[in-house]
């Protein structure tokens, strides 16, 4: 009811009970008692009607403030917001767009190494002690700063998402693509981490490429998910591997089983199968991975990765070259390596973390395969590096890093001052603003 009718009413009945209270009392003579009782009566009712407007009055400023909420929440749903994770934004083609990456500045001072102008991981190829070693050199760089979009477009038969990632470590230093792939269901299509060199296994480094034993292989692929239960997926995908010394013909074959034996711990295991071609020949080239990850307490990580592969150097980094041929394109023979990282991350605070971390390649004494080299400093008998580093995080987006590294080559034929070794000795700096 309308609270200002419920005042103009009040008003009129108790002047109506006033007048009408001595008429009363005129007509019929009643005792000083009744009189007492009809004015008490009037008052109570003047008491309950003032009580009565007061409650309107109060529940409809309770309806005007709800209302004002309402429309305070409305207008919040349909203003884009602004995620932790990003800028969330909608597309012309009505897709939710998320807007994501970092600003990196990278150095390093090193002591021995590679020669190549960029300052990342060169195990492979550092030179021999005593011939034309890289010492003493301060790098930098911010080639590895990075810009990501994230794409979802609700549709009838479910979401249909994308990614386009870049970064700056294309040749000199040029844009070049990461990731860039669609998803639908349990299918992508697109570039993204290969389905048997996942770097998901690794340990924690600040060096971009990563050091021996792992692998952060990017390939163009058609894949798979078949999920099992919530623990246990297949995922099997055709990659083109980009491997520069055969003619791909067909695509790689990849398959990854992945399994969750508890929130604490969880393995996958890898196969590869993949053609290689020259002009005159094919050999079948094949590889298995097996990688772990461990928590053993809330703040402790521990990471393992395994490979073996023969015929191929494109998907795990640092091999020597996947097959030889003669002068007629024959396939001499192929090289067959293990490889094996092994790390350990602590979480000290919520701004302090570290990581120690091994890495480990051996390839097998292949006589044949050795043999085809003239230069046999060229090929390696065996890879490894170690290192330790600290990252502290003031704040949310700052992450500020430093970690040392220390590895070594060993070659299959020796320099002109009978040198087999190589040495890898380094300091690693980085800064990175994550929005």
Request: with cysteine; charged share 20%.
């Amino acid at each position: 009811m309308n609270t200002q009718f419920l005042n103009f009413m009040l008003k009129p009945i108790t002047l109506a009970c006033a007048i009408a209270l001595p008429a009363v009392t005129q007509a019929a003579p009643a005792s000083e008692a009744e009189v007492e009782q009809m004015r008490a009566e009037l008052k109570a009712l003047k008491t309950m009607m003032q009580q009565y407007v007061q409650q309107q009055n109060s529940l409809s400023a309770n309806l005007a403030e709800v209302k004002a909420k309402s429309e305070s929440v409305a207008v919040q749903a349909s203003t884009p917001a602004m995620k932790a994770e990003g800028l969330s934004l909608k597309t012309k083609g009505g897709a939710e767009l998320n807007v994501y990456g970092n600003v990196r500045a990278d150095a390093l001072y090193q002591s021995e190494g590679g020669s190549a102008a960029r300052l990342y991981n060169q195990i492979s190829s550092v030179p021999l002690e005593g011939n034309g070693e890289s010492s003493d050199r301060l790098k930098a760089s911010l080639a590895a700063t990075r810009l990501g979009l994230d794409f979802k477009t609700p549709t009838q038969a479910g979401d249909v998402g994308g990614k386009i990632e870049v970064d700056f470590l294309g040749a000199n230093d040029t844009l070049r693509i990461r990731h860039a792939y669609l998803t639908y269901g349990d299918w992508l299509i697109g570039q993204t981490w290969s389905n048997f060199a996942v770097p998901d296994y690794m340990p924690e480094t600040i060096d971009a490429l990563g050091y021996v034993g792992g692998a952060v292989k990017r390939t163009p692929q058609v894949r798979y998910t078949y999920k099992f239960d919530p623990a246990t997926n297949l995922v099997v995908a055709a990659e083109d591997s980009k491997d520069d010394s055969s003619n791909m013909r067909l695509p790689a074959l990849t398959a990854r089983l992945n399994h969750k034996f508890s929130d604490t711990f969880a393995v996958s295991a890898r196969a590869m199968g993949t053609e290689k071609k020259t002009d005159a020949d094919t050999e079948t080239a094949w590889g298995v991975g097996l990688g772990a990850k461990l928590d053993l307490t809330e703040r402790t990580v521990v990471k393992a990765d395994y490979y073996h592969v023969k015929g191929d150097s494109s998907f795990v980094s640092w091999a020597n070259l996947g097959f030889v041929v003669n002068a007629n394109k024959d396939i001499i023979d192929t090289n067959e390596f293990d490889s094996i990282s092994l790390g350990i991350t602590q979480q000290f605070s919520p701004q302090w973390r570290g990581t120690l971390g091994y890495g480990y390649m051996k390839a097998d004494e292949n006589n044949s395969y050795i043999n085809a080299f003239s230069d046999k400093t060229k090929i390696n008998k065996e890879l490894w590096q170690a290192w330790a580093n600290v990252f502290y995080s003031p704040t949310k987006p700052i992450s500020l890093g430093l970690e040392y590294v220390y590895g070594e080559r060993e070659a299959f034929g020796a320099a002109p001052n009978g040198s087999t070794k190589g040495e890898d000795n380094r300091l690693n700096a980085v800064a990175m603003y994550n929005f």
